[in-house]
């Protein structure tokens, strides 16, 4: 396949082989409250690792979601990277704040860092930096790398890889879905990843909690004139579905499909902050807000987690966007 792909390629720079040739325990951390692509490439780079005879250990601050949770090796996640690695490799995040207290900054700042990341906003914080915004997913840059250096890649690996590539993609259904993309996941699923069951388990099936969640949400539905629609999940309503994950599980792509709007908002209260996800249809531009309120993200699928009472967070935000809906 190398041949004939090489120009639908991405390429990671050689200092990237080289490090991982110099190692010997990695950590591979990924951004907190995780998704599908986070926890697919966190999983997939350290079982690539360890097919090339590394110590590779995940890292992740909060729990493997419930859509990717039947993923095999999430025991393995730990909370914190471990101070006796020489090694570290943060993955499909745009800062290192956004690795929580998994790593930290005083401890781990002498161990040389590899960031690996598809964010347009990424400020560049490794040792090595490849960033990639041509990539749909932190997965695909993993698949990248292993064809770049030629890494095997295990059925394993390819689950892992695909089904990242699946959930940044919503099924392969965003518009930055190309030709190379789907070169990508055809020969994941010749390498051996399920994609049957991958779409199975992680696309079609919620939890009860979710669906209460929801129900609870949608009763705050809120639609400004200018396109904007949003609604707010608190800790009260969090509590009476039963949901423990601090996340919408995906409510803000639902209420983004009324075909009367332009952008979707939830907000969502967290430990006294309030984490604000947004999507937005092609054409409008999310990213740049959420930059603008210390997140980050793609044009189409951004966030960020800010200090303040949920009143004022909700007013600020959704200042900010009608003016960016006044500019696109």
Known sequence: ?????????????????????????????????????????????????????????????????????????????????????????SIDLSSPDRMGTAYDPGTHSSI???????????????????????????????????????????????????????????????????????????????????????TELTFNRKPLSVIKLWALALQNLHVEPEGIIWTTITDEIRRAAGHEEKNDGGLVSFITSADTVYIGVVFTEEDGRVNVSMRSRPGYDVAQVAFALGGGGHPQAAGATIEGSLEDVQRRVITLLKDSLKQA
């Open 112 to 198: 040389p860092l590899i960031n690996i990341d598809h964010h347009v906003t990424n400020t560049g914080f490794g040792t090595v930096n490849w960033v990639e915004p041509r990539a749909v997913a932190a997965c695909e840059m993993v698949y990248h790398l292993a064809q770049a250096f030629s890494y095997p890649i295990s059925p394993q690996v390819a689950t892992y890889v695909l089904t990242g590539l699946l959930t940044d993609t919503r099924g392969l259904r965003t518009s930055n879905v190309n030709v190379r993309v789907l070169r990508v996941a055809t020969h994941l699923v010749e390498l051996g990843a399920p994609i049957g069951k991958i």
């Open 1 to 89: 396949m190398s041949d004939k792909t090489s120009e639908f390629s991405l390429h990671p720079p050689e200092a990237i082989a080289q490090a991982l040739n110099q190692a010997h325990r990695i950590a591979v951390v990924t951004h907190v409250a995780p998704d599908g692509d986070a926890i697919g490439s966190c999983l997939g780079m350290v079982h690539l690792l360890r097919d090339m005879g590394k110590d590779a250990v995940p890292v992740c601050q909060d729990p493997v979601p419930y859509a990717v949770n039947w993923l095999p090796g999430i025991e393995d996640f730990r909370t914190r990277v471990p101070d006796d690695v020489d090694l570290v490799i």
